[in-house]
């Protein structure tokens, strides 16, 4: 026998044993009224149907293969239809003073059928699709619903059954996300485990040795002591608070910004953010690391060979603030604007346009010898 992976499986099975007993009650009721009917043998050959729509229904929900609109719809039309045979199998007088046959209890599992498929608002509808049957046989609707609240009951188990089945559905939806989270850190934690065996010793002994022999070899230490650092910070980054390794949160809608600003550390650039979470919304953290990204590799072309960049990253609640700082060569007077001319619009275009669309400000300190200093402000929202 096949699992069943159905969410709200569970209530499929429970609805069957509450097909059951109404069917017990439906025989009592029959047995027990047979004889003020007009037709009683039709109507133990009508309740012949209704057992066999019973059994077959029964399994085919509880195994699963039944639980299809084509099967709900053909539950519902069989329910009201045995309804309204009510009227041929029974006078007129009896239908008004009794329960529609084969009795309401037993209808109700079509009410909840259509609710663990299609949800609370389809459920009610059904409600009132066989409430207003049972109203239709016996000729009139009565208002008073003190008295007489069957239509009521019945509209009320359909929206219950359907905001149970609703509920199933999204806490299964959740396991299966935390599921595929715990799975997801368990992989990368082994990952991490082999890199650090493997890809950061070979890399930390290039750069020792190379830094040894001296020469020419010196330049390829470095390289080799640059991508062990950003390594070794990228997978201690990535296991902070469930955070994935390019500082984006596993469910896409945050990110953590000093995880990704924190990636930028190398040999010349140094890097302080927050010791605490910075969370912030995942498009504005990459348009900022983009930002940032522009910033250094400006640093890295244009401030020097020797230029070492500083990148500080504040949470002022409302506002993130973002400072990268050099001290290279600095920005002569009037350089901006001759770039902007010769349609260079790196500054304008990769950090300041950036900065403005998230609704900031991106501020510029430079001077001849001075370095390089740019200020941005983004603001932030997070849930209260």
Partial sequence: MEVDTDPVGPLWRAAQLFRFLSYLYALGFQIAVNDDLLHDDLAWVLFGVLSAWTLVAGVAYYTGFGRNPYWVAADVAIACGLMLTTSYVAETSWALNNQTWPTTLWAVNAVISVALLAGPVWGMLS????????????????????????????????????????????????????????????????????????????????????????????????????????????????????????????????????????????????????????????????????AVQNMLDNVSHHAGAAAQAYVLLEDLGDRVVVSVRDDGVGIPAGRLEEAKRQGRMGISTSIVGRVEALGGTALLDSGPGAGTEWELTIPVEREA
């Fill in 127 to 290: 409600g009132l699709l066989v409430g207003g049957t049972s109203a239709f046989v016996k000729g009139a609707f009565d208002l008073n619903l003190g008295r007489n609240a069957t239509i009521i009951i019945i509209v009320a188990t359909g929206m219950a059954v359907g905001l149970a089945a609703v509920i199933a559905r999204r806490a299964h939806a959740v396991l299966v996300r935390a599921a595929g989270i715990a799975a997801a850190t368990e992989e990368r934690d082994r990952l991490s485990r082999e890199v650090h065996d493997g890809v950061l010793q070979v890399l930390a002994l290039i750069a020792k040795r190379g830094r040894e022999i001296g020469g020419p070899t010196t330049e390829l230490a470095e390289l080799a002591g640059e991508q062990e650092r950003a390594l070794r910070q990228l997978v201690s980054d990535a296991g902070r608070l469930g955070i994935s390794h390019t500082g984006t949160s596993t469910d896409g809608a945050a990110a953590e910004l000093g995880a990704i600003l924190r990636g930028f550390a190398a040999e010349r650039v140094s890097v302080s953010a927050p010791a605490t979470l910075v969370a912030v919304d995942a498009v504005v953290a990459e348009e900022i690391r983009a």
